[in-house]
């Protein structure tokens, strides 16, 4: 989304990702070889194809990413997600000159690390988010916005209400 619609984002937070359009046209087949797996650490291909999904208006201008901020993130347990993937995405990032942060040092497996979770950071399973010593959700909106945030024990599910959006999307087919 940050790449494909670069004019509207301002940047990036990724935890244990690839490299935006990395599995090319090729679908799901691909994803899971080309966007999980750590092979070709070049993202010059890459590149090139972004300039051309460009030129033909399919995505935003990709100059719109230099010096928008990103944050990268990759637990040292995990065992999905290799560590070359997120370093090619680090490597991406620094070629449109972005302003990158990152946190390759945290002993987590592959999950969101949190403060309030209840699985151990070393943990793999669902709902993927584990209790670390690190708050991901805020470490990546610092960079992003430039605040300091605060979780609020006392929000609850009754603070999420629903509303009709088929103004914004459309009635569903």
Do not use: W
């Amino acid at each position: 989304m940050h790449i494909a619609f670069s004019s509207l984002i301002r940047g990036v937070g990724v935890m244990a990702g690839g490299v935006y359009y990395c599995a090319g046209e090729g679908g799901t087949n691909a994803a899971l070889v080309n966007c999980i797996t750590a092979g070709s650490t070049s993202v010059e291909p890459i590149i090139t194809k972004l300039r051309e999904l460009e030129a033909s208006a399919d995505i935003d201008g990709v100059k719109n990413a230099t010096h928008s901020q990103a944050y990268l993130y990759h637990g040292t347990l995990d065992t999905v997600i290799p560590l070359e993937v997120v370093t090619r995405l680090q490597s991406f990032y620094e070629f449109l000159g972005a302003n990158i942060t990152t946190l390759f040092s945290e002993a987590a497996e592959h999950a969101v690390p949190s403060h309030q979770a209840q699985r151990p950071c070393n943990y793999l399973g669902p709902p993927y988010v584990n209790h670390c010593d690190v708050d991901g959700p805020a470490l990546i909106i610092r960079p992003l916005y430039g605040v300091e945030t605060q979780f609020t024990p006392s929000q609850t599910d009754a603070n999420l209400h629903t509303f009709n959006q088929t103004d914004y999307f459309g009635a569903a087919t």
